[in-house]
């Protein structure tokens, strides 16, 4: 019923910067919370950001002061603005909504996930 798309993932060299973007599409009723997770080789998945639908947003420590979440509520669209980024910053990043379709049928939905690799 609903589906996630991530892009912006990439190859850069630690101190640059990538924006994300995660678009949510299908028979949505409403998204209540949109978030970032990442997920290294061998690591667990972590959460990385969330934005709630009022706008508030919080940040796992590693990242704090170098990631910004954001929403676009018309496009249904979450973003992660990465900057100074760091070779530990590499991994898998995923989109994750929690939504309500159309039919009322609450899930938490996630996207195949993009690769973002700092390397120089």
């Known amino acids: 019923q609903v589906q996630l798309v991530e892009s912006g993932g990439g190859l850069v060299q630690p101190g640059g910067s990538l924006r994300l973007s995660c678009t949510a599409s299908?028979?949505?009723?409403?998204?209540?919370?949109m978030s970032w997770y990442r997920q290294a080789p061998g690591k667990e998945r972590e959460l990385v950001a969330t934005i709630t639908s009022a706008g508030s947003t919080d940040y796992a420590d590693s990242v704090k002061g170098r990631f910004t979440i954001s929403r676009d509520n018309a496009k249904n669209t979450a973003y992660l603005q990465m900057s100074s980024l760091i070779p530990e910053d590499t991994a898998i990043y995923y989109c994750?909504?929690?939504?309500?379709?159309?039919?009322?049928?609450?899930?938490?939905?996630w996207g195949q996930g993009t690769q973002v690799t700092v390397s120089s």
């Open positions: 299908g028979s949505i009723f409403s998204i209540k919370n």
């Open positions: 994750n909504a929690k939504a309500v379709s159309v039919l009322y049928i609450s899930n938490n939905y």
